[in-house]
T-cell receptor
Framework: DARVTQTPRHKVTEMGQEVTMRCQPI?????VFWYRQTMMQGLELLAY????????DSGMPKDRFSAEMPDATLATLKIQPSEPRDSAVYFC????????????FGPGTRLTVL | AQSVSQHNHHVILSEAASLELGCNYS??????LFWYVQYPGQHLQLLLK??????LVKGIKGFEAEFIKSKFSFNLRKPSVQWSDTAEYFC????????????FGKGTMLLVSP
């Protein structure tokens, strides 16, 4: 049963610290997405990769957030420095573009910045 | 840019009641449409999807949705809800433009009382 995995599942950190979230997409998928979910804003797209190349990161605060795919099995989302307003659940999703763009979501990382 | 609106933020029903959740999108071209469900504390899971063909789509757990192109709508229905259907439901749209990103609605929280 192929699944998207994310680590860590929970992260509590102090303001100013660096946070790195990791995602392993489903093997064979060629698109990866990072979303942030909050009560106020709902689901927001932060970044989108196709074949490991970043295609859209317009939803991401550029000054502190960065997203990369060092290889096809790993996507990372980094926040440096973190701020309390970054507290949210961060979801990674993957898909295969020729299959109608259905996205499969990971379990999320719940981030709390104190 | 496309947008998705879900009419109800919260819906409360008793078990065995019928459910209809509204979803409208704004995009003039051809679309793929999705309903995702998020059970408390869990990640988003696909309920059903529409790509083409029969506008009445059946998904898992007895859910169905009807695509009405003239109304730009993709409403979710279930004839008889169960307590286990308590969850947040998200409508999403993707345009068939080669870009894989999904635009999500704000979500509808469904609470089913036993």
């Amino acid at each position: 049963d192929a699944r998207v995995t994310q680590t860590p599942r929970h992260k509590v950190t102090e303001m100013g610290q660096e946070v790195t979230m990791r995602c392993q997409p489903i093997l064979g998928h060629n698109t990866v997405f990072w979303y942030r979910q909050t009560m106020m804003q709902g689901l927001e797209l932060l970044a989108y990769f196709r074949n490991r190349a970043p295609l859209d990161d317009s939803g991401m605060p550029k000054d502190r957030f960065s997203a990369e795919m060092p290889d096809a099995t790993l996507a990372t989302l980094k926040i440096q420095p973190s701020e309390p307003r970054d507290s949210a659940v961060y979801f990674c999703a993957s898909g295969f573009e020729l299959s109608g763009n259905e996205q499969f979501f990971g379990p999320g990382t719940r981030l709390t910045v104190l | 840019a496309q947008s998705v609106s879900q009419h109800n933020h919260h819906v409360i029903l008793s078990e065995a009641a019928s459910l209809e959740l509204g979803c409208n999108y704004s995009y003039g071209g051809t679309v793929n449409l999705f309903w995702y469900v998020q059970y408390p504390g869990q990640h988003l899971q696909l309920l059903l999807k529409y790509f083409s063909g029969d506008p009445l789509v059946k998904g898992i757990k007895g859910f169905e949705a009807e695509f009405i192109k003239s109304k730009f709508s993709f409403n979710l229905r279930k004839p008889s809800v169960q307590w286990s259907d308590t969850a947040e439901y998200f409508c999403a749209v993707n345009t068939k433009s080669g870009y894989s990103t999904l635009t999500f609605g704000k979500g509808t929280m469904l609470l089913v009382s036993p």
